[in-house]
């Protein structure tokens, strides 16, 4: 398995600068967050009213996603999970106004060991497991794993719903897809009269050797098999997806 310790997430410098430029260089990021909450809306919020929805937020960085979900639900219940202590210190910082989440530092891998020697600490019984621009990192069997993780974790009739990178089925498509990213980012910090240059970052991420993305049918594939329904890709723009399923 691949060390999260070892990775660049684990340096405080990295998840800092993470954190003040992520709108610059996350392809549509607002985009993203707006129908992240459209499905929140039409699949959860809509349904479940009678106590509050359970929120699981793996590889929850700054508490970004679990933030916005508040914007549509004051009352969820929510338990954050980073590898990265400097995350989630962001994260518990960003949503003090919230004591009763739970925050936990825990790499995928570790949550996966705990899971098989029976000391499962995350509990189960959530009815939304979510996560964004995290899972990439794991190889292609522990994704699987990870995702057999989530539906065990789920309440039946819950959703999973990730916001990935995802690995063209062509090179030239995979290309193509860098270059459409490094143009989007141009034309962001011109809009936003960004200081800083982050074009390079598309290369960055080829080069990465923490990155480990997969093929959108491939993951798709690997939900269906473990018995999540209603599988799809809710959306693609380049290598930036949003993808799930139902228990």
């Not at 003040?20 to 809306?41: G, M, T, V």
């Not at 959860?44 to 929805?53: G, Q, W």
């Not at 679990?66 to 962001?90: F, W, Y």
């Given at each position: 398995?691949s060390?999260?310790?070892?990775?660049?997430?684990?340096?405080?410098g990295?998840?800092?600068?993470?954190?003040?430029?992520?709108?610059?260089?996350?392809?549509e990021r607002?985009?993203?967050?707006e129908i992240?909450?459209?499905?929140?809306?039409?699949?959860?919020?809509n349904?479940?009213?009678?106590?509050p929805?359970?929120l699981?937020?793996?590889?929850?960085?700054?508490?970004?996603?679990?933030r916005?979900?508040?914007?549509?639900?004051?009352?969820?219940?929510?338990?954050?999970?980073?590898?990265?202590a400097?995350?989630?210190?962001n994260a518990?910082?960003?949503?003090?106004s919230h004591?009763?989440f739970?925050?936990?530092?825990?790499?995928?891998?570790?949550?996966?060991?705990?899971?098989?020697?029976?000391?499962?600490?995350?509990?189960?019984?959530?009815d939304?497991?979510?996560?964004?621009?995290?899972?990439?990192?794991?190889?292609?069997?522990?994704?699987?794993?990870?995702?057999s993780?989530?539906?065990?974790?789920?309440?039946?009739?819950?959703?999973?719903?990730n916001?990935?990178?995802?690995?063209?089925?062509?090179?030239?498509?995979?290309?193509?897809?860098r270059?459409?990213?490094?143009?989007?980012?141009?034309e962001?910090?011109?809009?936003?009269?960004?200081?800083?240059n982050?074009?390079?970052?598309?290369?960055?991420?080829?080069?990465n050797?923490?990155?480990?993305a997969d093929?959108?049918n491939?993951?798709?594939?690997?939900?269906?098999?473990?018995?999540?329904?209603?599988?799809?890709?809710?959306?693609?723009?380049?290598?930036?997806?949003?993808?799930?399923g139902?228990?």
């Amino acid at each position: 398995m691949s060390k999260f310790e070892k990775s660049e997430w684990a340096e405080e410098g990295h998840a800092k600068q993470f954190l003040e430029n992520a709108d610059i260089y996350i392809l549509e990021r607002q985009r993203l967050f707006e129908i992240l909450k459209s499905f929140y809306r039409y699949f959860l919020r809509n349904k479940i009213n009678k106590r509050p929805i359970k929120l699981l937020d793996l590889g929850c960085g700054d508490g970004a996603l679990t933030r916005e979900i508040l914007k549509e639900d004051p009352e969820i219940e929510a338990t954050l999970v980073d590898g990265s202590a400097e995350m989630l210190k962001n994260a518990k910082e960003h949503l003090e106004s919230h004591p009763n989440f739970i925050f936990i530092e825990k790499t995928f891998q570790e949550l996966l060991e705990d899971e098989s020697r029976g000391n499962d600490i995350i509990g189960d019984g959530f009815d939304f497991v979510v996560s964004s621009l995290a899972i990439h990192h794991l190889h292609t069997e522990e994704k699987k794993s990870l995702f057999s993780y989530i539906y065990g974790h789920l309440n039946f009739g819950g959703f999973f719903l990730n916001i990935e990178t995802v690995k063209a089925p062509e090179d030239e498509l995979e290309s193509w897809y860098r270059v459409l990213w490094g143009e989007w980012i141009r034309e962001n910090q011109e809009n936003m009269d960004s200081p800083a240059n982050f074009e390079y970052l598309p290369e960055k991420y080829k080069n990465n050797p923490d990155n480990h993305a997969d093929a959108l049918n491939t993951q798709l594939n690997a939900l269906e098999s473990i018995g999540f329904q209603q599988v799809d890709c809710y959306y693609k723009y380049g290598i930036f997806t949003i993808f799930g399923g139902k228990k």
